[in-house]
């Protein structure tokens, strides 16, 4: 690239023959030589310094192009690498479209007693499903049940179709989360028609419990048990006057459970108290809410509490968790089908 000195230093030559030689009549030959040497001097420093400042003006552009084509490098081999794992990823699918494909021809029986092949979300639910993606060794293998991990064991050495390849042995306890609870209340109570709250926290592994509205929050679908106990004193009742106090459970605002104490004649005394239970084994959903309220009759009666006494417990834990819902899947496959 031409320099910018080998085309300004022309014309600044011209422009100062024009200023010598229009100042020709006024000056000296010895002044005008002065004032040319002076303004050449002048014109060579302005030269110089535009000369630096384009050159460093052009590096600069040359750092920020080199710093672009860098990061588009870059970016190009980031995903050509993307490219490359959803190609394999595909691939992969693929292959086992084609394996379920092959398997498929079995019917799918809600009843029946083997497990069919389904392959939820990539997870083999027989020893079908392992054999057809290449298990080869004879031995035991987890599989996906219709609600839980069950272990099976595979003899490879059989058929497809036959019986024998698959001999179901148990489930196993899995559970995603720990979940149970114990609270306890230090105070009398009696109002009707709201969860009973509690005061006293010792167990709430998961968090599904709160103690100060007393309900329980199903943080999984599964099988729950809960247990409430508590003592229950009567006021002074008439001769014959019949007392009731109960303590149900409720499940999403539908009871589920009643424990119910009846009293003739009943008399105040701190030393006279009922006990009243209640257990229960619930099948809840995620998110399904569980609690006790009380009920009682005409005369008044309340659960017996003191700050350290603790007579009345409620508390309960995750039986089983149903980490798959096979059956809806089936079920939706034959809908598919028919």
């Given at each position: 690239?031409?320099?910018?000195?080998?085309?300004?230093?022309?014309?600044?030559?011209?422009?100062?023959?024009?200023?010598?030689?229009?100042?020709?009549?006024?000056?000296?030959?010895?002044?005008?030589?002065?004032?040319?040497?002076?303004?050449?001097?002048?014109?060579k420093k302005t030269v110089n310094e535009k000369e630096v400042t384009i050159e460093a003006e052009q590096k600069a552009k040359d750092q920020q192009n080199s710093k672009f084509?860098?990061?588009?490098?870059?970016?190009?081999?980031?995903?050509?690498?993307?490219?490359?794992?959803?190609?394999s990823q595909l691939h992969q699918q693929d292959q086992q479209t084609a394996a379920i494909s092959s398997i498929n021809a079995i019917p799918i029986d809600v009843n029946d007693t083997k497990h069919q092949s389904r392959f939820i979300n990539e997870m083999p639910s027989s020893c079908r499903d392992l054999k057809v993606i290449g298990h080869t060794l004879n031995g035991l293998y987890s599989i996906i049940g219709l609600q839980?991990?069950?272990?099976?064991?595979?003899?490879?050495n059989k058929q497809l179709d036959d019986p024998d390849l698959e001999n179901w042995i148990g489930y196993q306890d899995l559970k995603t989360r720990s979940t149970y609870f114990h609270v306890q209340k230090t105070e009398k109570f009696s109002?009707?028609?709201?969860?009973?709250?509690?005061?006293?926290?010792?167990?709430?592994?998961?968090?599904?419990?709160?103690?100060?509205?007393g309900i329980f929050t199903a943080?999984?679908?599964?099988?729950?048990?809960?247990?409430?106990?508590?003592?229950?004193?009567?006021?002074?009742?008439?001769?014959?006057?019949?007392?009731?106090?109960?303590?149900?459970?409720?499940?999403?605002?539908?009871?589920?459970?009643?424990?119910?104490?009846?009293?003739?004649?009943?008399i105040t005394n701190i030393n006279y108290l009922m006990p009243i239970t209640l257990q229960?084994?619930?099948?809840?959903?995620?998110?399904?809410?569980?609690?006790?309220?009380?009920?009682r009759g005409p005369v008044y009666g309340y659960l017996?509490?003191?700050?350290?006494?603790?007579?009345?417990?409620?508390?309960?834990?995750?039986?089983?968790e149903e980490i798959f819902d096979i059956e809806n899947v089936v079920h939706a496959q034959l809908d598919s089908k028919y």
């Open positions: 690239m031409a320099r910018p000195s080998s085309i300004l230093i022309p014309i600044g030559i011209l422009m100062l023959t024009w200023s010598t030689c229009s100042t020709a009549a006024a000056l000296s030959l010895e002044d005008r030589f002065q004032q040319f040497q002076e303004d050449y001097i002048q014109f084509r860098e990061s588009l490098v870059n970016k190009i081999n980031e995903l050509e690498g993307k490219v490359a794992i959803l190609e839980a991990v069950e272990t099976v064991y595979c003899n490879f109002t009707v028609d709201i969860p009973i709250p509690f005061e006293r926290l010792l167990l709430n592994k998961g968090g599904a419990m709160n103690l100060e509205t943080p999984v679908t599964g099988t729950y048990f809960f247990s409430f106990n508590g003592v229950v004193q009567f006021e002074l009742t008439s001769a014959g006057e019949l007392s009731e106090f109960a303590v149900r459970l409720y499940r999403n605002n539908q009871e589920v459970g009643r424990s119910q104490i009846n009293e003739v004649n009943a229960s084994t619930l099948k809840l959903k995620a998110a399904d809410k569980v609690w006790v309220q009380v009920n017996f509490d003191y700050a350290d006494t603790y007579s009345t417990n409620f508390n309960g834990w995750l039986l089983e």
